[in-house]
């Protein structure tokens, strides 16, 4: 079992960065596919971005690709989201996952084990 908390949100503005960081407690961190999804208001939870458990693979979804990176840290046991060029649709709710059983490529259907609780990035125009 794994617990995930969330930090790193806040108000920006467009075109600011911020880094996101997910602290995992538990055992067998570097077991996990871990991953980033977001909620925006009055939406349904989408992927974001996922990495393999050592981070030799990423995937993105299409609306992030090129402006967010995922990385991990295993021996920190800390999943990193850094996003540059944020923009006002990128505000949400951003919550990190893990599963054992899942790749950065699948998990976009969902289906993910363990959930943190989120974080809230509010970008203004």
């Known amino acids: 079992q794994v617990q995930l908390v969330e930090s790193g949100g806040g108000l920006v503005q467009a075109g600011d960065s911020v880094r996101l960081s997910c602290a995992a407690s538990?055992?067998?961190?570097?077991?996990?596919?871990m991953g980033w999804f977001r909620q925006a208001p009055g939406k349904e939870r989408e992927f974001v971005a996922g990495i393999s458990q050592y981070g030799g693979t990423t995937h993105y979804a299409d609306s992030v690709k090129g402006r967010f990176t995922i990385s991990r840290v295993n021996a920190k046991i800390t999943v990193y989201l850094q996003m540059n060029k944020l923009k006002p649709e990128d505000t949400a709710v951003y919550y990190c996952?893990?599963?054992?059983?899942?790749?950065?490529?699948?998990?976009?259907?969902?289906?993910?084990?363990?959930w943190g609780k989120g974080t809230l990035v509010t970008v203004s125009s």
């Open positions: 996952a893990a599963d054992r059983y899942t790749t950065p490529q699948a998990m976009g259907a969902g289906g993910m084990g363990y």
């Open positions: 538990g055992r067998a961190f570097s077991s996990y596919t």
